[in-house]
């Protein structure tokens, strides 16, 4: 995969030279795929993913001029997991993931307001979850792969995939009420 | 009140940037950009807008672009001119007094868009020779800067030959409603045959268009004009270009403008 000058071809985006979509397309595709089909296939198909790969980057045709240099990647990981959800939603199918939930004790619906807040906290809490946990964490509640394919590409065994996922749970609630979250 | 919030919710600004899924494959990135193209072919197709810019100026850009062509990139940038919104740069005037002024300069009727791309370095001027004119006969043979037949004092401006340099933040205009005709390649040359149909109430009526882009010099020149393509591409070939060595002199203060065929 040859390395992109980031900030010459999101330049050149902007400018409307759609030359500059092949390389990212190249360099990308692979990547947003892999973490569509984590998404939605199954229930869907092989060409149900090509179709949401390929509004991601139409999308980056179109947004050309709101990415930064050097945060390419964040947003076709974030477009991509939003695109997928959008298509399973459209079919009214649910997200195939086994969904653990935290519970927030909140005091009104202002307190929901400040979801990005939780959100930038939760971002530093992983960040400061030792590894293995953190990549298992990120991997499963970010790039929605299986425990499966954690535990092969991590060569760990499976169970201990969900074992150190359960931990790193209770180590992001612990930081979480410590930065003042009511859980 | 206890609120349950989804880890996956939570997690949204957890990016991974030191992870990578997936392996390369070539076969899936041409499937893509197939799909990419046509979902801009549809895009185009759906617009109404009063320029009703053809499909087949991007579906011609595209195939170029995703297919192996001996095409030459070009070193201008085209795109349609937005939907929404007015193309716009400035002018700015240093006035004897010393005060500075800014004049915006605002394209409302912009059908396309010539965007100078950063090419690393400053083109050397250029000059031309006509071999060949409709008219105006006495410049044949003779170097100069531009060419130019205005008419006289109304109805279609014949032809003009002018040469815009890629200089990075210079963007070139064409007003109008804007149909490309055909695009090839000859030599060195990029060449895109175009149409621009600006205030026909006035009389100046449909310009046809030839760019010839140089991407190794740095230059594109504009043929343009009421006159027919076969005149105009007749100019075209029997044009002689010759490097005068010297660097453009390019004036940052004026970034944008058009390139409707005009008098004055």
Redesign the interface.
């Given at each position: 995969m040859k390395s992109l000058d980031e900030k010459q071809i999101l330049h050149r985006l902007r400018d409307g030279d759609a030359h500059a979509l092949e390389p990212i397309i190249d360099a990308y595709s692979a990547y947003v795929y892999a973490i569509v089909k984590n998404i939605i296939d199954p229930p869907l198909q092989p060409e149900d993913c090509e179709e949401v790969v390929s509004d991601v980057f139409y999308r980056l045709w179109r947004s050309a001029g709101t990415v930064m240099p050097g945060k390419l990647k964040a947003w076709l990981a974030a477009a991509a997991r939003n695109r997928a959800k959008d298509k399973l939603r459209s079919l009214h199918i649910g997200i195939p993931l086994e969904e653990e939930q935290i519970e927030l004790e909140i005091s009104g619906p202002e307190e929901l307001a400040e979801l990005g807040e939780l959100r930038r906290l939760t971002r530093r809490a992983v960040e400061e979850l030792p590894e293995p946990e953190r990549s298992i964490f990120q991997r499963y509640y970010f790039l929605y792969q299986k425990t499966e394919d954690i535990a092969s590409v991590m060569q760990l065994n499976p169970a201990t995939v969900r074992t150190k996922l359960a931990r790193g749970r209770e180590k992001l609630r612990l930081i979480l009420l410590q930065g003042g979250v009511s859980l | 009140?206890?609120?349950?919030?989804?880890?996956?919710?939570?997690?949204?600004?957890?990016?991974?940037?030191d992870?990578?899924?997936?392996?390369?494959?070539e076969a899936?990135?041409t499937?893509?950009?197939e799909?990419?193209m046509k979902?801009?072919q549809e895009e185009m197709r759906r617009k109404k807008r009063y320029k009703r810019i053809r499909v087949a100026v991007?579906a011609a850009?595209?195939t170029v672009?995703?297919t192996v062509t001996a095409y030459a990139?070009g070193l201008f940038?085209?795109?349609?001119a937005p939907a929404e919104g007015t193309v716009s740069g400035e002018w700015i005037w240093h006035n004897e007094d010393g005060s500075v002024e800014v004049q915006k300069m605002t394209y409302p009727d912009a059908g396309y868009?010539l965007?100078a791309?950063?090419t690393g370095s400053i083109p050397n001027q250029i000059e031309l020779k006509a071999n060949w004119l409709p008219s105006m006969t006495e410049n044949v043979g003779k170097w100069g800067a531009y060419l130019h037949d205005d008419g006289g004092t109304d109805g279609p401006i014949p032809y003009g030959v002018s040469v815009y340099y890629a200089i990075p933040g210079f963007t070139a205009v064409l007003n109008g409603e804007v149909n490309v005709i055909q695009e090839e390649s000859w030599g060195n040359y990029k060449v895109t045959k175009l149409t621009a149909s600006w205030h026909p109430e006035y009389g100046i009526g449909v310009q046809n268009f030839i760019l010839l882009q140089d991407e190794l010099r740095g230059y594109m020149i504009s043929i343009g004009g009421g006159d027919s393509f076969e005149t105009l591409e007749h100019i075209a070939r029997e044009l002689e270009v010759r490097d005068t060595g010297k660097p453009v002199e390019y004036d940052p203060d004026f970034n944008i403008c058009i390139m409707n065929v005009g008098r004055g």
């Open positions: - | 009140m206890k609120y349950e919030l989804k880890w996956t919710v939570l997690a949204e600004d957890c990016f991974p940037e992870i990578m899924l997936g392996e390369y494959d899936l990135n499937r893509i950009k799909k990419v979902r801009m991007l850009v595209l672009i995703f990139a940038g085209q795109k349609l868009i965007t791309e950063d």
